[in-house]
């Protein structure tokens, strides 16, 4: 059992011990009702003390059991719950470090709360689409008041137990240990100076009231409403809480049930429950085992003080890792740490950044112009100009000063990682780590495995992707990894639809509205549409059989690259990022369709989405077969961290298992049929057409 028990004295103390933060999984609830039995049943036992071991009180449900029949059985959480209420001896949660989800419930079942400061305290449910489900919705508030509590539930964030201490009346906790040290002492003291309170206290038995009562609710209602469109939980939150200020506690939970078990069925929980666990198996490399030894990474270099590699040089330095940044020239150098100035300014205005941490990360950026100076660090990682050629002679140098067992990294988005790796005589050290830009903003990092890269190296850059907080995925090596490559036939794909008698703005909005941060063409301008042109042009040489509108290189050709030009699909006034829709663009279209002869035709929103979801999903399956990825939703959290596909769908892979992949096969097979459209790439993959066939989804 990960519980354990044991007497000191006249009380009982069950400490929950299941790491890593004492999940409620079904072996920790029968543990504690052992326990709770076994100190009922002892005549010298006087009251109860439950607590956590290690690096938690509880950070609630165990996502081992997540999905799986275990996570139900009995004695499920509210029944634990009802064990410790129906107490005959007062029973006291002795909470340190976390106290989240149903162990912040756990707690509020308990008679007494004693807390240490510095504990975390959340109800994060909202951010699985939930809301609480073991009473947390109707016992918060009649400790906390109304407008805390749910504040809490509605964000999901955690607040520290000393600002909660402070809540004027609050009564989650009845005493604050002096540190979390004490806080074993405090308790047990505690414990024994309530051990003949009788009766004993019950948070249901609390008031629960709003002095605004409606006004108050319809305010918040209105609040949520504009911070969660595509999501249904923050709603059911308010919803709940009010239930909790006008209902009998017993009907408050039954409403709570009722709410929960129904979200759970939502097409938006089920999104961000794989999306949490895709998180998580992300890191997950097969044939990596997780105790791979690992290599010291102490400090980086950064060759190339550019767009990225200025992005790339804020990450470590973020994270306390000295870099040193190399270029050819010293005006390079003085732009590049000028830039990185400008950023941070930029957030200590803000106030998002203090003037000290900001003076502590530029202490630990150094400048050369020689290669030799590298020797010293642990990782390098080259951003420089996007030619083989400059990447050869700089990894000849590389190769040549950097110590032995140094892990070399290109954050090259369109060369062969293991050609690069060729021009070294250590193959097994090279690695590709691509960044998306800003650097220092998105959260994904491709992770390019190449033919010979070594294990340690995978294992390490997986840590160091943690270490500055980047979500990592591994990638195998082909043209445009798994996020590039993919969005190469959507891009394919949007330049059909302006063919066929849509407008950018229109198919820009019908992606928006399916929640993509940023339709296809808003995003062209953005990222620059001569990235894509060079691509295409390289592809008329490689592919001439492959089918493409010709409307984005006609653009190109008049100088719109985008938001950087001032003028793309759409124009921008200087300092915006608005899209202004323009006549001439459109015009320009226009002429090009009638050129091809081609007789517009009204396109549906829904028909724009499926082709350009499901052109993600087909190029996805070819990946998925080939080994690029290692799992659906691997691909999944490419989607989301790093091209603004919406969290609510759970990512391109999420979605097509939710359509269904019959219904998505039939789509392409109706879009093959298309003359305007290019019937080989609608051709499913094979493996699609195999999970379709047999009735299976990706993840
Ligand atoms: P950039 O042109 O802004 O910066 C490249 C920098 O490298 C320049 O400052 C240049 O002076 C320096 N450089 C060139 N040759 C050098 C050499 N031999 N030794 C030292 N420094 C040298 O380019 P950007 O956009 O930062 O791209 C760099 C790399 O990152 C490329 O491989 C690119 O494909 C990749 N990348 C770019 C992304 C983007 O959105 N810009 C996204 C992901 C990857």
């Given at each position: 059992?990960t519980?354990?028990?044991?007497?000191?004295?006249?009380?009982?103390?069950?400490?929950?011990?299941?790491?890593?933060?004492n999940?409620?999984?079904l072996?920790?609830?029968?543990?504690?009702?052992?326990?709770?039995?076994?100190?009922?049943?002892?005549?010298?036992?006087?009251?109860?003390?439950?607590?956590?071991?290690?690096?938690?009180?509880?950070?609630?449900?165990?996502?081992?059991?997540?999905?799986?029949?275990?996570?139900?059985?009995?004695?499920?959480?509210?029944?634990?719950?009802?064990?410790?209420?129906?107490?005959?001896?007062?029973?006291?949660?002795?909470?340190?470090?976390?106290?989240?989800?149903?162990?912040?419930?756990?707690?509020?079942?308990?008679?007494?709360?004693?807390?240490?400061?510095?504990?975390?305290v959340?109800?994060?449910?909202?951010?699985?689409?939930?809301?609480?489900?073991?009473?947390?919705?109707?016992?918060?508030?009649?400790?906390?008041?109304?407008?805390?509590?749910l504040?809490?539930?509605?964000?999901?964030?955690?607040?520290?137990?000393?600002?909660?201490?402070m809540?004027?009346?609050?009564k989650?906790?009845?005493?604050?240990?002096?540190s979390?040290?004490?806080?074993?002492?405090?308790?047990l003291?505690?414990?024994?100076?309530v051990?003949?309170?009788?009766?004993?206290?019950l948070v249901?038995?609390?008031?629960?009231?709003?002095?605004?009562?409606?006004?108050?609710?319809?305010?918040?209602?209105?609040?949520?409403?504009?911070?969660?469109?595509?999501?249904?939980?923050?709603?059911?939150?308010?919803?709940?809480?009010?239930?909790?200020?006008?209902?009998?506690?017993?009907?408050?939970?039954a409403?709570?049930r009722?709410?929960?078990?129904?979200?759970?069925?939502?097409?938006?929980?089920?999104?961000?429950?794989?999306?949490?666990?895709?998180?998580?198996?992300?890191?997950?490399?097969?044939?990596?085992?997780?105790?791979?030894?690992?290599?010291a990474?102490?400090?980086?270099a950064?060759?190339?003080?550019?767009?990225?590699?200025?992005?790339?040089?804020?990450?470590?330095?973020?994270?306390?890792?000295?870099?040193k940044?190399?270029?050819?020239?010293?005006?390079?150098?003085?732009?590049?740490v000028?830039?990185?100035?400008?950023?941070?300014?930029?957030?200590?205005?803000?106030?998002?950044?203090k003037?000290?941490?900001?003076?502590?990360?530029?202490?630990?950026?150094?400048?050369?112009?020689?290669?030799?100076?590298?020797?010293g660090?642990d990782?390098?990682?080259?951003?420089?100009?996007?030619?083989?050629?400059v990447?050869?002679?700089?990894?000849?140098?590389?190769?040549?000063?950097?110590?032995?067992?140094?892990?070399?990294?290109?954050?090259t988005s369109?060369?062969?990682?293991?050609?690069?790796?060729?021009?070294?005589?250590?193959?097994?050290?090279?690695?590709?780590?691509?960044?998306?830009?800003?650097?220092?903003?998105?959260?994904?990092?491709?992770?390019?495995?190449?033919?010979?890269t070594?294990?340690?190296?995978?294992?390490?850059?997986?840590?160091?992707?943690?270490?500055?907080?980047?979500?990592?995925?591994?990638?195998?090596?082909?043209?445009?990894?798994?996020?590039?490559?993919?969005?190469?036939?959507?891009?394919?794909?949007g330049?059909?639809?302006?063919?066929?008698?849509?407008?950018?703005?229109?198919?820009?909005?019908a992606?928006?509205?399916?929640?993509?941060?940023?339709?296809?063409?808003?995003?062209?301008?953005?990222?620059?549409?001569?990235?894509?042109?060079?691509?295409?042009?390289?592809?008329?040489?490689?592919?001439p059989?492959?089918?493409?509108?010709?409307?984005?290189?006609?653009?190109?050709?008049?100088g719109?690259?985008?938001?950087?030009?001032?003028?793309?699909?759409?124009?921008?006034?200087?300092g915006?990022?608005d899209?202004?829709?323009?006549?001439?663009?459109v015009?320009?279209?226009?002429?090009?369709?009638?050129?091809?002869?081609?007789?517009?035709?009204?396109?549906?929103?829904?028909?724009?989405?499926?082709?350009?979801?499901?052109s993600?999903?087909?190029?996805a399956?070819?990946i998925?077969?080939?080994?690029?990825?290692?799992?659906?939703?691997?691909?999944d959290?490419?989607?989301?961290?790093?091209?603004?596909?919406?969290?609510?769908r759970?990512?391109p892979?999420?979605?097509?298992?939710?359509?269904g992949?019959?219904?998505?096969?039939?789509?392409?097979?109706?879009?093959?049929?298309?003359p305007?459209d290019?019937?080989?790439?609608?051709?499913p993959?094979?493996?699609?057409?195999?999970?379709a066939?047999?009735?299976?989804?990706?993840?």
């Open positions: 059992m519980a354990q028990y044991q007497v000191d004295g006249d009380v009982a103390i069950i400490t929950l011990n299941n790491p890593p933060v999940g409620l999984g072996s920790t609830r029968l543990g504690i009702t052992d326990g709770m039995a076994q100190a009922n049943a002892d005549a010298a036992v006087k009251s109860i003390v439950i607590t956590g071991a290690g690096k938690a009180f509880s950070g609630g449900a165990d996502i081992k059991e997540f999905g799986s029949p275990k996570a139900g059985q009995e004695p499920n959480l509210l029944s634990v719950i009802t064990v410790l209420e129906n107490s005959a001896k007062p029973v006291i949660a002795a909470i340190h470090t976390v106290a989240m989800g149903g162990g912040l419930e756990l707690a509020l079942g308990c008679h007494y709360r004693v807390a240490a400061p510095g504990t975390s959340a109800l994060p449910e909202v951010k699985l689409g939930l809301i609480p489900g073991a009473g947390g919705t109707q016992r918060l508030p009649r400790v906390l008041g109304v407008e805390a509590a504040n809490m539930i509605v964000s999901g964030e955690a607040i520290k137990s000393e600002m909660l201490a809540l004027p009346g609050q989650l906790f009845d005493k604050l240990s002096v979390a040290e004490t806080l074993a002492a405090e308790a003291a505690f414990a024994r100076s051990a003949d309170v009788r009766p004993l206290p249901r038995d609390l008031k629960c009231k709003h002095p605004l009562g409606d006004a108050y609710f319809q305010f918040a209602r209105n609040m949520v409403k504009g911070m969660s469109k595509n999501f249904p939980a923050p709603a059911k939150c308010v919803d709940i809480v009010e239930i909790a200020t006008k209902k009998k506690f017993d009907d408050g939970m409403a709570e009722d709410i929960f078990l129904n979200l759970m069925l939502t097409s938006e929980s089920k999104a961000l429950r794989h999306l949490f666990l895709a998180e998580r198996a992300a890191s997950k490399i097969p044939d990596v085992p997780s105790d791979t030894a690992q290599r990474i102490d400090s980086i950064v060759i190339g003080a550019g767009t990225m590699g200025g992005g790339i040089a804020m990450n470590f330095l973020n994270a306390g890792i000295p870099v940044m190399l270029e050819m020239k010293q005006e390079a150098l003085d732009r590049g000028a830039t990185i100035r400008k950023n941070y300014e930029a957030q200590v205005k803000k106030g998002k950044l003037q000290d941490k900001y003076d502590q990360r530029m202490a630990l950026l150094t400048t050369t112009l020689s290669y030799d100076d590298l020797n660090t990782m390098v990682i080259e951003a420089v100009f996007e030619e083989i050629g990447k050869e002679a700089v990894f000849k140098e590389l190769d040549r000063v950097m110590k032995p067992g140094a892990i070399l990294a290109s954050n369109t060369l062969d990682v293991d050609k690069i790796a060729s021009f070294t005589k250590r193959p097994q050290d090279v690695v590709g780590l691509h960044f998306f830009s800003p650097a220092n903003v998105m959260k994904l990092l491709e992770v390019v495995r190449g033919k010979e070594a294990k340690d190296v995978m294992a390490t850059v997986m840590t160091v992707a943690k270490k500055i907080r980047k979500t990592a995925v591994v990638s195998g090596v082909c043209d445009g990894f798994i996020g590039n490559r993919m969005i190469e036939q959507y891009g394919r794909q330049g059909f639809l302006l063919d066929e008698g849509c407008t950018p703005a229109q198919v820009d909005k992606m928006e509205k399916f929640g993509m941060a940023m339709g296809p063409f808003r995003m062209g301008d953005l990222a620059g549409n001569d990235i894509g042109w060079a691509i295409r042009k390289r592809r008329y040489q490689e592919k059989n492959m089918k493409y509108s010709k409307t984005a290189d006609l653009l190109c050709e008049k719109r690259f985008g938001q950087k030009t001032g003028a793309g699909w759409y124009d921008y006034v200087a915006k990022r899209a202004i829709p323009n006549a001439e663009v015009a320009m279209i226009e002429e090009h369709r009638k050129a091809l002869g081609i007789t517009p035709r009204k396109i549906s929103d829904e028909e724009i989405v499926q082709r350009l979801v499901f993600l999903v087909n190029e399956a070819h998925l077969e080939e080994g690029i990825a290692n799992k659906a939703s691997d691909i959290i490419v989607y989301i961290f790093g091209y603004g596909f919406p969290a609510h759970g990512g892979m999420n979605y097509a298992d939710q359509v992949l019959f219904n998505v096969v039939q789509a392409m097979n109706r879009f093959a049929l298309n305007l290019d019937a080989n790439f609608w051709k993959a094979p493996l699609l057409a195999r999970l066939a047999e009735g299976k989804t990706f993840n």
